[in-house]
């Protein structure tokens, strides 16, 4: 309803009409939602005439078709490969259409390779990003020098090194720090407070500043009821509690832990030293603040720290937060509608603005269930008699570098796909030790459940089966299993999946590992609706033949490709972090694994171990 003059002004943004909008997923509506008001505006035809990222370049023609909108211009697919100007120019030449001689480099390519290719073609010359709008980002270059300047642009890139566990990183933490030849203090996150703790220990606290975590704050006698207020989501009563423990304390280093974690900004503005803090620490800050730094993130933060945070809250909950009418017109109309959700449904919050709630309305709800985050969450699922919900898939928007060996740069672009996300592939060291695979089984909770629930097993405890598998190995000092069964492995140390993240008291011993870490499928359905991927597991997820790093097997699966590598990334995830308990890469140590599911580096043992004779060697390949 406002003026058009101003669309060429670029001020139609500031109209007093003006209303925040989103397509609606759901195909019965065949229109658009007013985020103020929820209101439903059906509509005939889109003309997308957004230009550049998330405009043209098949995003927005995919979530129209998604919706069952129709629209004019390209489809999803042409947008995507026109988007692509490298793709676009190899399918336009592939096909006999004369276009720009045109070259695709990376930031792993030498300026002297560069040079070479480039030496046939004719000043001047235009670089350009792979994916931008048509005229975003570009350079014209008339010298080689100009090119040189133009390639060492770098913003808000996340740089991925794939290095396998046990390779040394705190060694090269050390030497960036001690080099001292980077203009902005190095920050180092790393997934939890032991390892931090373990970090500082190496590096040495003159040499970096700690940012405390929760558990490194001394609270005798009160950490379980504050952790409680955290969990309510209730931060006000828990940041009250905290500085009441800080006043009983008297050591000045103490006394400094519960200044520096109540106000990190404060600190982290004004210091010009390294710094460490956990990746929770690191996903609470602001950018403004972050971007003081030169961020390094030890370990896969998007797999320990965001994809498998699954929050759950209770449907009686939610019932009684309507009832009592404590909450805003737009959010009781949300929880109605997540209500009114068909059993192993999902939806996406509509309201994408993160507000704060009242604390007082936490209080007068009298539940353990964490309101916040809950009303917080990018997307949720109905389940039995809850609602599960996974928190908004985000990182900070400034340059980063995460180094770990799980990483996968395609899952990075499924979920930051406006992110330059650049991958520099480390080769792969072998292992000092060794690593021994028994696939005959795939160990899941539900195999190892049927194995000792049959009728003719001749395991009918979990005991009796452990201490069967445990006997085609040597001398193993710890085990790995799932949680639910980790106490009964006869071993000393134990371990469950979802619990290892940067455990190195283990370094050099023998260890076994039973079981394929698969994650509820409510947790892979979740992630991938949250992508724009909806697969129901009632009618997908069965035994299917899958491919990973050129092995061929059966498992639990889905049909939908993007989803499959999201459920084998985090598998392979999770057993990766087993394995590297024992640092093979610089022990001569021995794990097994009993698991159809591929590791890096195995030498498969085909024999069914259930049946054959106890053998530690066995068929080996």
Known sequence: NGDVNNIEKDEWLNEKDTKRITISTNRSDHGIIVLETNEIIQIDVAFPVLHGQNGEDGRLQGLLELAEIKYVGCDMTSSAICMDKYLAHEIVSSNGYLSPISYLFNEKDSYEMIENKIRNLHFPLFVKPLKAGSSFGITKIKTISELKEALKSKKDQIHLISGQTGIGKTSLYIDAINSRKYKKPLLIAVPTSDLKSELIQRIGKENIFDIPSFDDLPLIGRRFDIQQYYNQGDFEKARQCIIECARDVCEPEEL?????????????????SCVIMTHARLLSLPDKILKRFEIIIDEDILYNSILVRVGSIKISTLKKILEKNYLSYAKREMIQDLLALKEKKCCINRDYIPNEIDTRIIKRCKTND????????????????????LPPIKLPKCKMIILSATLDQTIYEIFFPTRNIIYHEVKQAAYTGNLIQYPAYSMSRTAIKNIVLDENSDYPTLSMLFEKIISHTNNVVYGITFKRYEEALPLGYTLHFGNLTGTDYLSGKNGIIIGTSHFPTYLYELIAYSVGISEKSKNSYKNRQVSYKGYDFIMMSYKNKILQKIQL?????????????????????????????????????????????????????
């Open 256 to 272: 400094n832990k519960f200044r520096v974690y109540l106000n990190p900004q404060i600190y982290l503005e004004q210091t010009s």
């Open 370 to 389: 964490n309101i916040a985050e809950f009303l917080k969450a990018g997307c949720y699922m109905k389940l039995d008699d809850c609602i599960k919900y």
């Open 569 to 621: 990334y985090l598998i392979s995830s999770e057993l990766e972090q087993a394995v590297g308990r024992s640092r093979l890469l610089r022990t001569n140590s021995t794990v097994y694994v009993f698991s159809n599911f591929p590791c890096n580096q195995a030498t498969f043992c085909n024999i069914d171990y259930l049946k054959d004779a106890d053998d530690p060697e066995g068929n080996i390949d």
